[in-house]
């Protein structure tokens, strides 16, 4: 996994790509906790450049949501498509977290 992160529009963009799973969530969720404590409230997550995702994988996900909501901020999805959208349409994550077709428009939901 390769994870690069920008700010972009008061709110943290976060671009991941290869695999998110028991080997890589742990670094994610690291990141994760860093820009959440750094401050950073408002996450958009990119999921395009994603090829897999496993359970560890959601459970990252689940504690970035955890973590925002004690804080009060918000996190949407983009891109999320193919095997990845599969899982998360399997799992029910798709009612969990607001999934958007492109960045900007993950961006304008989080803008409000």
């Known amino acids: ?5 920008r700010s972009e529009n ?4 976060v671009t991941i790509s290869g695999r998110l799973d028991a080997v890589t969530a742990p670094d ?3 990141s994760i906790r860093e820009l959440i404590d750094g401050g950073n409230i408002c996450i958009v997550v990119d999921f395009e450049q994603l090829d897999y ?4 994988g959601l459970r990252g996900l689940l504690l970035m949501a955890k973590l925002l909501n004690a804080k009060g901020g918000r996190a949407c999805l983009a891109n999320v498509k ?13 009612t969990v977290f607001k999934m958007e077709n492109s960045v900007a428009e993950a961006l304008a939901v989080i803008a409000g």
């Open 1 to 5: 996994m390769d994870l690069q992160t």
């Open 10 to 13: 008061n709110a943290v963009v």
């Open 53 to 56: 995702i496993s359970s560890a």
């Open 82 to 94: 193919g095997n990845v959208r599969s899982v998360f349409d399997m799992c029910g994550f798709n």
């Open 28 to 30: 994610y969720e690291k």
